[in-house]
């Protein structure tokens, strides 16, 4: 696995959504935030394929949404939903509704 990223950040945006403006940028660093948040309390009950299906979900995230990789909504918001349909079956301390905070940041109208 490489530990850097080659090439410019140019060669990183082919094929995706224009990057989020910069409050929606600091909205998912909130939502990352919160996910670590959880992560931990998941870590703390036990509940290790949940918390890394919570980091799964939310890695690339971060250098995403700054230009590095290929930003699309349509994927997060799906990466969200699948850790959701997955594990939001029951009530826990913690439990954060991701795909209603990502739809209020990028709200679904018009998405085909």
């Known amino acids: 696995m490489p530990t850097s990223y080659e090439g410019s950040k140019e ?12 409050e929606q940028q600091v909205r998912l660093s ?3 935030a919160m996910a670590f948040v959880e ?4 870590g703390w009950a036990g509940r290790a394929e949940q918390a890394s299906d919570l980091a799964d979900a939310f890695h690339n995230i971060p250098r ?5 990789g290929r930003w699309s909504i349509g994927h997060t918001r799906a ?3 699948c850790y959701q349909d997955k594990h939001h079956n029951e009530e826990y301390p913690g439990r954060t509704n991701y795909v209603a905070i990502f739809n209020s940041i990028f709200p679904t109208e018009g998405v085909t």
Do not use: C
Request: hydrophobic share 50%.
């Open 11 to 22: 060669d990183h945006r082919m094929n995706a959504d224009p990057l989020p403006t910069a």
């Open 30 to 32: 909130d939502m990352v």
């Open 39 to 42: 992560i931990r309390l998941l």
């Open 64 to 68: 995403e949404i700054f230009g590095w």
């Open 79 to 81: 990466m969200l939903q």
